[in-house]
């Protein structure tokens, strides 16, 4: 895994050559707020295209707030596990979407699920997995992690150590972590960079602490970014100072 020292200057070489890229459901329903956005998927598709032909191994795990969320059935009275469930089963919506949208390209894409539905997706099989990336295969990582009262933020850190991943990238509609909630406080500041106990100590909504804790246990930066720049995964990836990087001690 990659350490997490500061960002150096980008070159022409890939910083990271195994990512875990988490892109959220309100990222795919664009400006509409609900389902999947045709121009959003598209450029989703086409810039991991770019990315895959500098050599990087791609695998994905999307969320399913476009469609669902758990936390937000069970706050109405249903029961939280037959909610997040359901959560689980939006993700895998959004992932064969996306993995539509990539074989159009000509992407090579293998769906996995943490719950088995053998009809539309493979069983997620860790070694399967790296198998298919040191292939050239994109995975896409939907359903979770099989199990209620955990977020996909979490699958995404889980399956980044799992995967041995050198970095998590975080796609979100915000251009990076602000000391702040942006909507409601218009003076917030985006931070360029921060230490994993800083957020966890600040609780800073980069992602839940659970994540948060999984990806400083193992030593795996978080890079969040702006997904509807487009170009900023591989900028991510090359090393370009974009968004906010977490990792380990303060530096500023």
Not at 124 to 140: D, F, N, P
Not at 202 to 216: E, Q
Request: proline share 3%.
């Amino acid at each position: 895994m990659a350490d997490d020292r500061s960002r150096e200057s980008p070159g022409t070489t890939p910083r990271y050559r195994r990512v875990v890229l988490k892109i959220s459901g309100e990222a795919l329903a664009g400006q509409a707020g609900f389902g999947i956005d045709p121009g959003v998927l598209d450029s989703i598709a086409r810039q991991i295209r770019d990315v895959l032909q500098l050599g990087v191994q791609i695998a994905i795990v999307v969320g399913g707030g476009n469609f669902w969320r758990g936390l937000a059935g069970s706050s109405q009275g249903m029961d939280r596990a037959t909610a997040d469930y359901m959560g689980m089963l939006a993700t895998v919506i959004n992932a064969l979407a996306l993995m539509d949208a990539l074989e159009k390209y000509g992407v090579v894409v293998r769906v996995q699920t943490a719950i088995e539905m053998k009809e539309v997706a493979e069983p997620y099989i860790r070694r399967k997995a790296i198998s298919h990336l040191e292939k050239g295969r994109v995975v896409i990582f939907a359903a979770g992690t099989g199990n209620p009262f955990f977020s996909t933020d979490t699958t995404a850190a889980l399956r980044a150590a799992e995967i041995e991943a050198d970095v998590m990238l975080k796609a979100t509609k915000e251009a990076g972590v602000f000391d702040a909630d942006p909507r409601t406080h218009p003076d917030a500041r985006k931070l360029d960079e921060i230490a994993y106990l800083d957020v966890l100590k600040r609780n800073l909504k980069v992602m839940d602490a659970t994540a948060t804790s999984l990806c400083m246990d193992n030593q795996i930066p978080i890079i969040v970014f702006d997904i509807n720049v487009y170009g900023n995964i591989q900028k991510a990836i090359m090393g370009d100072t974009i968004g906010t990087f977490v990792g380990g001690e303060s530096r500023g």
